[in-house]
């Protein structure tokens, strides 16, 4: 089996975990910039961080075989302070360029707030006039629907925006038909305590299909599991879906999206 996790911070995982993701079958992780558990405190520290997503990271997958790609953003859990937030994303030009950054990520909302939203406008205004990839964190629990509505409205007033280029992760029951609707990509973390689990990944797929949407693990130093993604490739076997299935979603679906940003590359895996 070959499968991408298109959602890990690998950053918070050991090298143990490298060697099982390929174990497994990986071919490649993509890494988004995410909140480490305190907020950073100077742009220094967020540059800091970026280079560590930028170039040691991939250096410390690569002595396991495994590819590994980033995305560059100012988390919404640190959208607060405007006036760091938009230090920050004026240094996001800088790593554009690095050969392991697939685009602008993980932006979007964690407490709907109106910072939160002005930080996000940034974002996407950059990734427009750098012809970036997005990729959007929606919120969790309560305020998931109401952040994933805010954050497709927003998205929708740009013109310039191509909802093929945006995947919206975190999606559940009630927030994956909205999304999939307007025409964006959908993500489906497998996350035990505040996102989705095995059996109700494949129950939205058996619901929506298959098309546009991958899924994800989000491991980070938190209760999670970097092996979630081919972990649920037995509950899709279990209720009998095919082998062409399991790699269209766990695989194909990924690299069709990823692709589209021509630095990721998969040498060794043919084009079907």
């Known amino acids: 089996m070959r499968y991408i996790e298109p959602h890990g911070h690998m950053v918070s995982r050991t090298t143990d975990d490298y060697r099982a993701m390929v174990t497994a079958g990986c071919a490649a992780v993509c890494e988004p910039a995410f909140w480490a558990g305190y907020d950073r405190s100077s742009v220094d520290g967020f540059r800091d961080y970026f280079r560590q997503l930028t170039r040691f990271e991939p250096a410390r997958a690569a002595k396991y075989g495994l590819p590994h790609y980033s995305w560059i953003c100012l988390n919404p859990k640190e959208a607060e302070d405007l006036v760091l937030a938009r230090d ?70 740009h ?22 609707d307007r025409g964006f990509w959908a993500g489906i973390t497998l996350y035990p305590e505040s996102k989705s689990s095995p059996p109700r990944a494949v129950d939205m797929l058996e619901l929506c299909g298959r098309d546009r949407i991958w899924l994800n693990s989000a491991c980070d130093w938190g209760v999670s599991d970097p092996l979630a993604v081919p972990k649920t490739a037995l509950e899709m076997r279990r209720r009998g879906y095919t082998d062409d299935f399991v790699d269209a979603v766990l695989f194909r679906n990924p690299r069709q999206f990823l692709s589209q940003c021509p630095k990721f590359q998969l040498p060794g895996h043919d084009a079907t």
Do not use: M, Y
């Open 88 to 157: 920050v994303v004026a240094i996001i030009p800088e790593f554009l360029s690095e050969p392991n950054v697939l685009g602008i990520g993980e932006i979007g909302l964690n407490r709907n707030t109106r910072n939160e939203v002005t930080a996000f406008e940034w974002h996407v205004e950059l990734a427009i006039r750098h012809s970036q990839l997005i990729l959007v964190h929606t919120p969790h629990l309560e305020d998931k629907l109401k952040g994933t509505r805010l954050i497709l409205d927003l998205l929708c007033a």
């Open 159 to 180: 013109r310039e925006i191509d909802p093929a280029r945006v995947i919206i992760d975190h999606v559940e029951e009630h927030t994956i038909r909205q999304v999939l």
